[in-house]
């Protein structure tokens, strides 16, 4: 095997440093280590690039002076890779086995169609065993095929992009025929707080995110559908009586439309609907 795994690692980072640094050292003595890393410093934080200058100088550094969100800086990272496989992390995820990078290969090499190669980081996921037919990648656990994503129209940039930053690209690649594959050989150790432990802004942010993903991605004819799904969200936030995001949410719905709105990029009814079956059932591979 060669001394390094053909493979570019993508890691957003703003302010936590800390996290970032444990999460390049895993990263680098995972054995092979991969050929490239790239981590994308958001908003600045010269304190950010010393330190990953100083501890790991073979690391790509990117930097945005506005804040762009993992998926603004994901999408910046990808574009620019030197590999065709781009293994994305979090700066408080990163790879289980130290063989992560050869394990992915073998997938790679197995699966060479494969939009996405994604894995375990939500604990509903982890009692899957082999390969499964997913609708929807980790967006801190995955590897992304780079051709595959060139063709969407990348990910929406917003600073918190839970429920529209992966999803949004999971149902582009779905409606361009590219299959989301997972592996449960493949582990991430996430150290995130669970989402019912998230702050009010945040969860205010994901509330908004679950009106402005069917506004961008579905048809109008599914709009009604992608109402429904964004109610029912929000009434499940309201049922643990945290009112004040959710009023945050519906009060800065209007401005958030105007933001996202040129990325409008509708996939077909069909689409949609054979993504949100795979969604409901995801389907193992016989072999």
Known sequence: MDARAPISVA??????VDKLLHTLGVVHACTPPPDEVIVHVDGGAPEVLAAVARAFPDVRLMISETLRGPGGARDAMIREARHEWVATFDDDSFPEPPDFFARTMEDAGRFPDAAVLSWDTLPEEQARRGFHH???FSGCGSVLSRRWYLRTRGFVPRVVAYGLEEVDVSLQLHALGGVILFDARLRTVHDHPLPERFPDDTIAAVIANSFLFPLVSYPVVLWPLGLAQALKYMLR??????VRPVLKALAGLPGDVREVWRWRHPVSASAVLSWLELRRHPRPLSS
Do not use: D, G, Y
Request: hydrophobic share 55%; no cysteine; glycine share 0%.
């Open 11 to 16: 890691i957003p980072a703003h302010l936590r």
């Open 237 to 242: 936030i309201l049922r643990t009586r945290r």
């Open 134 to 136: 997913i609708a929807v």
